[in-house]
């Protein structure tokens, strides 16, 4: 041992003596790892392991970070463990950290802003593990953290003092890994992370099917989630954003791929009910839900969040009441007075999804100036059990301040209801039921541009139509058919048809380059850079357009990128200022005299250059000159 180790570690023995806690013998450890039974851990399931832990912890920070080992054994923890800065948690195979009875954690601090959330999400130090303000930390390996069942789940009944509600609570932490462990009977919460950036997470497995929530992820952003695997209670994997840090955050940039997710009472994976701050760039590919008696996929925006750039890919759901779920409300519980919030650019590619009811997958917006807006689906299956009579056209009932599914009455529609609902896409994709249902497959109320192609319905023995569309100005239903190969019937009032080709922007030839379906202010400009829009002149304002990389400014290639339009189009290039009008823009090219504006620090202007194209291949030049460092050029189509 270094004499410098040899300092720490005699100030940890003097820490421990004063304490009159029996001294440890020096660990023999190697460098950076830090063997909790090197500090009196007994690991026998009997003995409070939790000083030991807690010296181990302190000890590898003090050393400027390291490795805290639990070899195999049970170690049994009755007080709360205090993660610190630079370390690691290592479970080895076999080691299990169980909670215990009693009321020796950590209290629940105070919380000014407890108001505007439930006890559970508003405190954090009434946990096994906790931790704040903490940076490159992480709990990996094989084994068990378990509440033992002794951590409260307090529906009604609220923890005493020094009695835990929660296995691990983090906020505003930075540089976060949870691996491979195992994490169960978690009371309250499993895992409550809040106000963190930058979590990675592989093969984490969580069982509170006898407890409540799985994993939230609130008010944090960068996030990348591999292999998952959660049982829970309530809601197994939720990304929310409450007032219990009493600020708004930048969320998003999240990525889940191959997650496996139940829920007994609630949500399998879900956004909200809590949403103060926006959600933006989340991406779930490879998800596999088997239950769940609230929503499979569920998104509510209920606190005047705006919920935007969020994609489902390849997911498979059964046993769940509400297949999919969206809603706008107005419970506005922020401690900042917030406004009504939106949900838009959504997509769903590759969903079957088997509901076991009652409810009916559903769109609802607010009202007329808050509607959900640019929601996609592509090849969405979606299986009911049916058996419901005719029940008319009318719009059911909504309780505006609650987030359940079952907070709208009972649809008239079997397959899909959407209300209050814009440019709502389906291409591909069906709706069928299990036993005779006479509702009709679909109901639009209240809306425009509504599509349905290639989009096949059962048509039950007495329903009048498959397909209604009230109040939506321009809907179009093509090359429809019911499961016996039958045409689409459709029925509409009040409403106007409308079959133009919508734009298809297909053939991008630069990685990392992806179409989006409505350029607002709050969208993220790059796919490799945080940096959101500012500003977006109205003449661009809901078009679709092509999100680049910033790395791609310094690309010299020419042409830098193709890609194919179905139709004629205007196309717009919004160059960084201080590029000016790129070389290859010939005078076809028109200053139109606006600029975009983004979020960079400090924040950057693009002055928009437009002309037209007709329908085919389209081949842009390069924004290269590095000496200037300028921003990558935004491309819109419209």
């Known amino acids: 041992m270094s004499s410098t180790s040899l300092r720490r570690w005699l100030a940890v023995l003097a820490a421990a003596c004063l304490a009159g806690i029996a001294a440890p013998t020096v660990p023999a450890a190697a460098a950076g790892a830090f063997n909790v039974r090197d500090y009196g851990a007994a690991g026998n399931g009997s003995a409070n392991d939790t000083p030991a832990i807690n010296r181990a912890i302190a000890a590898a920070n003090t050393a400027g970070g390291g490795t805290v080992v639990f070899p195999a054994g049970t170690y049994r923890s009755a007080n709360s463990i205090h993660l610190l800065s630079n370390v690691t948690l290592q479970l080895d195979s076999g080691s299990t950290i169980l909670g215990a009875p009693g009321t020796g954690y950590d209290p629940a601090e105070p919380n000014p802003n407890d108001a505007y959330q439930d006890f559970g999400h508003s405190h954090f130090h009434n946990a096994m593990i906790w931790g704040d303000r903490l940076s490159n930390i992480g709990i990996t390996g094989s084994g068990t953290i378990d509440g033992g069942g002794f951590l409260k789940i307090h529906e009604n009944d609220l923890p005493d003092p020094g009695e835990a509600d929660k296995i691990l609570a983090l906020t505003r932490c930075t540089n976060l890994r949870l691996d491979g462990v195992t994490l169960r009977r978690g009371g309250h919460f499993a895992a409550l992370v809040n106000g963190c950036d930058g979590v990675q997470s592989n093969r984490l497995r969580i069982d509170t099917a006898s407890d409540r929530d799985g994993w939230n992820v609130i008010n944090t952003r960068n996030v990348v989630i591999t292999d998952v695997a959660i049982a829970a209670q309530d809601d197994a994997l939720a990304f929310k954003s409450d007032w219990a840090l009493g600020q708004r955050f930048q969320q998003g940039h999240v990525r889940v791929t191959g997650a496996q997710l139940s829920a007994v009472c609630c949500n399998a994976l879900n956004f909200g009910s809590e949403t103060c701050s926006d959600f933006s760039d989340y991406v779930f590919d490879t998800v596999t839900i088997t239950g769940a008696n609230k929503a499979g996929l569920g998104m509510v925006s209920m606190d005047g969040a705006n919920i935007s750039d969020v994609h489902y890919r390849n997911i498979t759901i059964t046993g769940v009441a509400a297949p999919i779920f969206q809603k706008i409300g107005t419970r506005k519980r922020c401690g900042d007075n917030p406004g009504v919030g939106s949900i838009h650019d959504i997509t769903y590619e590759n969903v079957t999804a088997t509901g076991k009811g009652p409810q009916t997958p559903t769109l609802w917006g607010a009202d007329a100036t808050h509607r959900i807006s640019d929601v996609t689906f592509t090849d969405v299956d979606v299986y009911v059990p049916g058996g419901s009579a005719n029940l008319g056209t009318a719009v059911p009932t909504n309780d505006p301040n609650a987030f359940n599914p079952a907070s709208i009455g009972t649809r008239p529609a079997f397959g899909w209801y959407l209300h209050n609902a814009d440019d709502i896409h389906f291409t591909g994709g069906s709706a069928h039921f299990t036993a005779n249902d006479n509702r009709p497959a679909v109901i639009a109320d209240a809306g425009a541009s509504v599509t349905f192609d290639r989009f096949v319905t059962e048509r039950g023995s007495g329903s009048p139509y498959d397909t209604r569309f009230q109040s939506i100005a321009g809907y179009c239903v093509s090359n429809g058919t019911n499961t016996t190969g ?119 202007s693009f002055a928009v250059y437009s002309r037209t194209f007709p329908a085919g291949q389209i081949a842009l030049g390069p924004n290269a000159e590095p000496a200037k460092g300028s921003s990558m050029y935004t491309v819109v189509v419209r």
Do not use: H, K
């Not at 790395?551 to 590029?579: E, G, K, M």
């Open 486 to 604: 039958g045409t689409t019937r459709v029925s509409q009032t009040g409403s106007t048809e409308n079959c133009a080709a919508p734009l298809t922007i297909t053939g991008v030839t630069v990685a990392g380059w992806s179409v989006q379906p409505d350029l607002r202010t709050g969208a993220t400009q790059y796919g490799d850079r945080a940096y959101t829009f500012a500003s977006v002149p109205a003449g661009l304002a809901g078009a679709q357009w092509i999100r680049t990389t910033n790395d791609s400014r310094t690309a010299t290639t020419d042409p830098l990128v193709r890609f194919t339009v179905n139709r004629p189009v205007t196309l717009s290039v919004a160059v960084d200022t201080r590029r000016g009008r790129l070389p290859w823009m010939d005078t076809s090219w028109t200053s139109t005299g606006t600029q975009l504006t983004n979020t960079e620090s400090p924040s950057r």
